[in-house]
């Protein structure tokens, strides 16, 4: 009898064996992926790959300027092909970021799966960058209560405000109100799955010295559509291309 046993525990590791090694197919990285790191080291900003299975399109971010290409969706499991990859060509204060992502992408020739999301593999089987899910579900009850604006548009905010940028969810009146560093603002918001939209913002009329951030704020919000859990565990609103537009950080 414990032969028996023990048989059946071998054929089991054995199977378990094989199913952890099954390489990940194309079909399994459709969708959008935070960049957290290449190479090992974290990334600043905020640069993110997106792959649509159905049309072979690679789409994304650098941190500063789009990313776009395509990919073989015939590739055999866990060979992942990129061509034509490329970005736009607006110039930024710090280009650091995207010729790093840059970079990393020319080098991709495979993934796996990961505890996490998926790594990028190149020709050696080294990971080149890491992946995460672009955002998780998240509750929409779990909006109650205030937040720290972290991040607008990728840039964290400048110092010298006349008031802390925050936003304030009332989950059960589905209302929201804060402040965009100089006016208070009020509206509401309705939820939906991972939807959001917000409406019916309104703020009050007192000039500071600095309004850009206000009004960035305002033009996010307008834009938002989604919300859920980034990678840091942060919530993030972003819009329908998946580009984060708020961080926040609950307080």
């Given amino acids: 009898m414990k032969a028996k046993y023990l048989l059946l525990a071998v054929v089991t590791i054995a199977l378990g064996a094989c199913s952890s090694s099954k390489k990940a197919s194309v079909s ?3 969708g959008t992926w935070t960049i957290v790191k290449v190479e090992g080291t974290d990334l600043e900003g905020d640069p993110y790959i997106g792959f649509n299975t159905t049309s072979g399109r690679v789409y994304g971010n650098t941190g500063c300027n789009n ?7 015939n590739a055999p499991a866990g060979v992942l092909s990129l061509g034509n990859l490329g970005s736009t060509r607006m110039m930024c204060p710090d280009m650091t970021t995207e010729n790093i992502v840059l970079e990393a992408m020319a080098k991709v020739t495979g ?18 960058a890491e992946l995460q899910p672009r955002y998780k579900e998240m509750k929409a009850r779990k ?18 405000l006349n008031s ?38 309104i703020s009050t009329m007192m000039a500071c010295e600095n309004m850009d951030t206000e009004a960035a704020l305002l033009n996010a919000l307008e834009k938002a559509s989604k919300f859920g859990t980034i990678p840091n565990g942060n919530l993030g609103l972003l819009d329908d291309g998946d580009r984060l537009l708020i961080e926040l950080k609950h307080k």
């Fill in 164 to 201: 802390e940028p925050k936003l304030i969810f009332d989950a059960e009146q589905l209302r929201v109100s804060g402040n965009g560093g100089c006016n208070t603002i009020n509206g509401s918001y309705k939820t939906d799955g991972t939807s959001i939209e917000f409406s019916q913002m």
């Fill in 111 to 128: 993934f796996k799966k990961t505890g996490n999301g998926y790594a990028l593999l190149d020709s050696d089987g080294k990971i080149v």
């Fill in 67 to 73: 990313l776009l290409g395509s990919f073989d969706t």
């Fill in 28 to 30: 399994d990285i459709d």
């Fill in 143 to 160: 909006l109650d209560g205030e937040w720290q604006i972290v991040r607008i548009n990728g840039e964290q905010l400048p110092s010298g």
